[in-house]
């Protein structure tokens, strides 16, 4: 599609590390885009594979198709930093992440920007629906009702468990630039910090449909639950500190409340997937913390059980031919 100078351009921003077996099919769904954007802009992340060698050869190949391909090389800073030096680079209206790992539907960015426009001025920030892919080639979807929708002046729904996918992500330069961009402090959670930020200043839009396909393997920062969790949660305090209005607004109670409903959805995912050194982490980090309900009380109470034992019975129902389920591996604890 065609675009004049008056309609909004979009550049796509592309970090990379060591994706070299996936970049090829990130950056094809960007170029496949029934909205092409003008800007393809790969920031190569000092990568220990061969990921330069691919980005370089696919800005040779196909940088001369009516989409500008920008390849910056660095030596490792992190994922916050390279989105900062990605979004220096763009010259458009939007800018719209996409994860080298990850993957788009051929009409995300042209339904993006028609719900941008739907949403009015106001709106600094669109999202969709998403699709997990894992290793197996089973999916899962997130419902589209309900807390995956951020939309309207959103801070509150913002500290909410279910978070929204960053790949899905559209945001507007100016806004972007106008709160700084990333900060390079929050490892694991630049995003979430990213969102708080931004939700000061304008509105968040939603697509509702699965334009996003997420690829789940065990390299991703957020397999690192405890320390996620511990950022994420510092994050929202630290919004909610330097707005205090918002915070009157929707009330400290809630917030930790909210917290610690996530910081539950942690645990029983660490429980089920027996990681009982995380499990364990994170219910340290719940007293340190401070966050209690009901759940955390539910989880705690399984902690007492050693690991040993917990082993013991989880081979024991192996063997007796039990299937694993929730309600197998209930009996250990």
């Known amino acids: 599609m065609m675009t004049t100078a008056q309609e909004p351009t979009i550049a796509v921003l592309v970090p990379c590390y060591n994706a070299a077996e996936y970049l090829v099919q990130a950056l094809d769904s960007a170029m496949a885009q029934t909205r092409r954007p003008a800007q393809i802009i790969i920031v190569e992340d000092g990568s220990t594979d061969n990921s330069r060698d691919v980005a370089r050869q696919y800005a040779q190949q196909r940088g001369d198709e009516g989409v500008e391909i920008k390849l910056i090389e660095q030596e490792n800073q992190?994922?916050?930093?390279?989105?900062n030096v990605g979004i220096a680079a763009a010259t458009t209206?939007?800018?719209?992440?996409?994860?080298?790992?990850?993957?788009?539907?051929p009409e995300k960015l042209e339904l993006q920007l028609a719900e941008a426009k739907n949403a009015g001025p106001d709106c600094v920030l669109v999202h969709t629906g998403g699709t997990k892919v894992f290793p197996d080639g089973t999916t899962d979807r997130i419902p589209h009702d309900g807390p995956a929708r951020k939309v309207g002046w959103c801070s509150a729904q913002l500290i909410e468990p279910v978070a929204m996918g960053h790949p899905s992500v559209m945001y507007r330069r100016d806004a972007i630039n106008q709160i700084g961009g990333y900060n390079p402090q929050y490892i694991r959670a630049c995003d979430q910090d990213m969102y708080m930020r931004l939700s000061a200043v304008g509105t968040f839009a939603f697509v509702p449909q699965?334009?996003?396909?997420?690829?789940?393997?065990p390299n991703q920062l957020s397999a690192v639950p405890v320390e996620q969790t511990r950022e994420r949660d510092r994050a929202i305090r630290t919004f909610f500190d330097a707005h205090p209005d918002k915070l009157q607004a929707v009330g400290q109670q809630k917030i930790d409340d909210a917290l610690a409903e996530h910081l539950a959805i942690k645990l029983e995912s660490?429980?089920?997937?027996?990681?009982?050194?995380?499990?364990?982490?994170?219910?340290?980090?719940?007293d340190e913390a401070g966050l209690r309900n009901s759940d955390i009380e539910q989880w705690r109470r399984k902690a007492r059980w050693p690991n040993w034992l917990i082993r013991i019975k989880d081979c024991f129902d192996r063997g007796h031919g039990k299937h694993e389920s929730k309600q197998a591996v209930e009996g250990a604890a």
């Open 78 to 83: 992190g994922e916050a930093a390279s989105r």
């Open 93 to 105: 209206t939007w800018i719209a992440n996409l994860d080298a790992d990850d993957w788009w539907e």
């Open 210 to 217: 699965y334009l996003v396909n997420y690829r789940a393997h």
């Open 270 to 286: 660490l429980w089920w997937r027996r990681r009982l050194k995380e499990f364990r982490e994170l219910l340290a980090y719940a």
